[in-house]
């Protein structure tokens, strides 16, 4: 099993497209993969053997894909990350959708799970001060 500091910022959005594909669908298959992630189907099968190989994912050439128990957690725990990241953005920082999706697909590969967790217990801290107007007018 592989620890997911050991995972690259693309396998980690493999992860996270394959939890979108199979919640929507039950199963992903390459295709959806490369579709959704606007890339070539060809490349879509070397990284598919490679989180087969860290036992991430269910693979097999030309058959579905679906996420192990430990694939869907570490999927689970970015897909948590971008969703709160990019509410912090939109929410507090008042950036527009687009740059608050971006960014936060980026920050949610680099932030390690203890600063993750600092900064989401700071944030619970600012919506729960009351004299907190976060500097609007």
Request: aromatic share 8%; with cysteine; hydrophobic share 35%.
């Amino acid at each position: 099993m592989i620890k997911k500091e050991y995972l690259s910022e693309s396998l980690e959005d493999y992860l996270e497209t394959i939890l979108e594909l199979q919640t929507a669908k039950t199963v992903a298959r390459s295709k959806d993969i490369a579709d959704k992630m606007d890339i070539k189907r060809g490349s879509v099968t070397g990284m598919l053997k490679k989180l087969a190989g860290f036992r991430l994912v269910n693979y097999e050439p030309y058959g579905y894909v679906t996420l192990t128990p430990e694939g869907k957690k570490i999927a689970l725990e970015i897909k948590r990350r971008h969703i709160f990241l990019k509410d912090f953005f939109l929410r507090i920082l008042e950036v527009d959708e687009e740059t608050a999706d971006l960014t936060a697909c980026r920050m949610e590969h680099a932030m390690n799970k203890q600063t993750f967790k600092k900064f989401r217990d700071f944030i619970k801290k600012i919506d729960s001060c009351p004299h907190c107007e976060l500097g609007r007018d």
